[in-house]
């Protein structure tokens, strides 16, 4: 049998069309808008109005065009063609803002940009579930992780693994133990 599968994918609606899923192992991660830092420290970007601005995406991500037209307490929206943006990077997503391509980038929350920050507003979930391993829908990978997971989950392992994530693995920016673990609060 060949299975193919991706760890570390969030479950969209567009995506689950498509793909399985197993059981996530993470907390869906929400999404920002993100802007240049403003010298005064506070952005002026609307998130509550789309219209005419230009959006930049990275991608790959949950929060995409998709997810954004889905809002429907945003006006403006659905995006037209010439208001989409992609960039692979972060680096190049923040480029697209210092030249004035885009108004603002959409994307998860904790993606780290050395010259944006997240404007306060508007946040949602683009994903359904967090991260999880996507695979073939006729892979049957889920068959086999979900009930090791479910295993894992609930012993000691898991917990102590979160507990110990940052002193492993260091300090992400804006992510801690309540962000990213499944059932910490």
């Given at each position: 049998?060949?299975?193919?599968?991706?760890?570390?994918?969030?479950?969209?609606?567009?995506?689950?069309?498509?793909?399985?899923?197993?059981?996530?192992?993470?907390?869906?991660?929400?999404?920002?808008?993100?802007?240049?830092?403003?010298?005064?420290?506070?952005?002026?970007?609307?998130?509550?109005?789309?219209?005419?601005?230009?959006?930049?995406?990275?991608?790959?991500?949950?929060?995409?065009?998709?997810?954004?037209?889905?809002q429907d307490?945003?006006q403006g929206?659905?995006?037209?063609?010439?208001?989409?943006?992609?960039?692979?990077?972060p680096a190049?997503?923040?480029?697209?803002?210092?030249?004035?391509?885009?108004?603002?980038?959409?994307?998860?929350?904790?993606?780290?940009?050395?010259?944006?920050?997240?404007?306060?507003?508007?946040?949602?979930?683009?994903?359904?579930?967090?991260?999880?391993?996507?695979?073939?829908?006729?892979?049957?990978?889920?068959?086999?992780?979900?009930?090791?997971?479910?295993?894992?989950?609930?012993?000691?392992?898991?917990?102590?693994?979160?507990?110990?994530?940052?002193?492993?693995?260091?300090?992400?920016?804006?992510?801690?133990?309540?962000?990213?673990?499944?059932?910490?609060?």
């Amino acid at each position: 049998m060949n299975i193919v599968f991706f760890p570390g994918w969030s479950q969209t609606p567009e995506r689950r069309r498509a793909f399985a899923f197993t059981e996530p192992y993470t907390k869906p991660f929400p999404s920002a808008f993100f802007t240049l830092n403003a010298s005064s420290g506070k952005s002026s970007f609307d998130t509550s109005d789309m219209q005419g601005k230009k959006i930049g995406f990275l991608d790959g991500y949950a929060s995409d065009e998709h997810c954004l037209n889905r809002q429907d307490n945003i006006q403006g929206l659905p995006l037209k063609t010439e208001q989409i943006f992609h960039y692979l990077t972060p680096a190049d997503a923040e480029a697209g803002l210092r030249t004035n391509q885009v108004h603002a980038i959409y994307t998860t929350k904790y993606v780290s940009m050395a010259d944006a920050s997240p404007v306060e507003g508007k946040s949602f979930n683009c994903s359904t579930r967090g991260l999880s391993i996507m695979t073939r829908k006729d892979s049957g990978l889920e068959d086999w992780w979900n009930p090791a997971w479910e295993q894992i989950f609930h012993s000691t392992y898991y917990h102590v693994l979160c507990q110990t994530l940052v002193i492993r693995h260091g300090l992400f920016p804006g992510l801690n133990v309540e962000d990213i673990c499944l059932q910490f609060t």
